[in-house]
């Protein structure tokens, strides 16, 4: 079975935890990073998978419907790899 190449963790990470937030500086003070870095990530992650997640003015940033789907799916999956890590 050969497997579809992901786009970079880094990208998937900022975008969910700005999702999960609804904001670029909650997801750069959850993620350590500044809010420039974090929509640098997110830009990049739709230019690899081409597609708009985010849309709108700078300030009242929101998900795309593509950017809600993908949220969801990459809410639960983080979740299910963080309760697969030992110790969890």
């Known amino acids: 079975m050969t497997r579809r190449p992901l786009p970079s963790l880094?990208?998937?990470q900022a975008?969910?935890?700005f999702a999960r937030t609804g904001?670029?500086?909650r997801a750069a003070a959850e993620l350590s990073v500044?809010?420039?870095a974090v929509s640098r990530q997110i830009k990049a992650l739709e230019a690899q998978l081409g597609a708009?997640?985010?849309d709108g003015p700078k300030h009242q940033l929101r998900?795309?419907?593509a950017?809600?789907?993908l949220a969801s799916s990459l809410s639960s999956a983080f979740d299910m790899v963080a309760s697969?890590?030992?110790g969890a």
Do not use: K, Q, S, W
């Open 10 to 12: 880094r990208g998937l």
């Open 23 to 25: 904001a670029m500086t």
């Open 63 to 65: 998900l795309t419907p």
């Open 52 to 54: 708009r997640l985010v």
């Open 67 to 69: 950017g809600r789907d």
């Open 84 to 86: 697969a890590l030992p």
């Open 15 to 17: 975008f969910e935890v």
């Open 34 to 36: 500044t809010h420039g």
